[in-house]
Every structure is written in C-alpha cells, then in structure tokens.
C-alpha cells in the first residue's frame, strides 16, 4: 500500500490536474442515461484521483463517496468539491484490499483494473444500478512499460460483464492511439440476482 500512495501522490503532486479539470468524456455523455436509469442518487467512484468525475456527479445531484489511495489527489478532490460548492465524501482507502460494503445506484471504475473488485462491485449496486467501467487495454507498447495484470485484453470486459444478471448498455473499445480503452456501461438486472 505505502508504494502505491507514495507514487500515486508524486504524480498528482507533479501536475495541478494529472487527468485535467474537466469530467471523463464518455461520463459526460452518458450522464442523462444515466440519470433517467439509476434507481437512486448514491454513488461512489473508484480510484477517484483528483475527484474530476466525483465533483461532476455531485453537481448532477449524487451523493457521491470518492475512494483512492492518494492523499495528495483526495485533497485536491475536496478542493475541488469545496470551490465548486458540492459535497464528496473522499475516503482513503488501498483498493488491493477493499471489498465495497455500501450499497450504490451508480459505480464508477476508470483508469484503474482490480479484476477481484469487480464482483464486488457489482454485488453492491442496488437492483437496476449502473456500473461505469472505462480503463486502459493491453498492447505492444504498453506491455513493455506496464504490468500486464494491470490491462485490459480485448474482449474482456464484455467477458466478464456477460457472466452477471444484468444488460451491458454499451461496450466499446479504441484500439487507436497511444492509450487503447475499453468502456462498458452495464445495468444489474431489476430483481438483483446475481
């Protein structure tokens, strides 16, 4: 754990916004599907950073608890709550040992893979809740810098998103650019079995 808060605080210490101001394109766009699908405002965002999507969702009226490693980037992310006059409750936590206890409407996972924390994700999204799942997928050169446990293959998330009661609403992958993505937006069935 201490390894991973120092290097995720470097970074978020280096850059006054390590990922930018601005909220994650594909939550942007799907904010209103999101809103007309979810059956309730409670929300967490996993691996929050700097809070940029956490903020965004507690300005579109979520209750929103940020979870991350880095105390650099959580103060950032109350800072960033505080000035624009929302509330995010932000919560130090390593997620190589968190298991989700709360119950949520809407889970956000972005540019972070925990293969075993999915599950738990999705167990703890309310009957009709929304999981968000948007990270970086393998390829030559990213294996070379990266561990590969940390990446995406092709086809995964469809993969391990089929296996749950529950409709994937949209899944797409860029295999374009420098950093290839997989992005699912997967609704838990109404009755909530899983």
Known sequence: ME???IKWNERFMSEDSFLGERPSPFLSREIERIKALVPGRDAV?????????????AQ???????LDISDIGLAKGRDRAQAQSV???FRRVDLDEYRIEERYDLILNFNFLQRKLISSEVASLNPGGVLLFDTIMA????LQLHNP?????????????SAYDGDILYSDESRSGDMPT??????????GSE
């Open 87 to 89: 509330h995010v409750e």
């Open 60 to 66: 579109h009226g979520f209750r929103v608890v940020g």
């Open 182 to 191: 997989a992005r699912i937006l997967f609704r838990k069935s109404i009755t």
């Open 45 to 57: 965002d996993i691996a929050c950073g700097e809070g940029r999507n956490s903020v965004f969702l």
């Open 149 to 161: 446990d940390y990446l995406l293959q092709p086809g995964e998330l469809n993969s391990i998103f």
């Open 139 to 142: 390829s030559e050169e990213l």
């Open 3 to 5: 390894m991973d808060r």
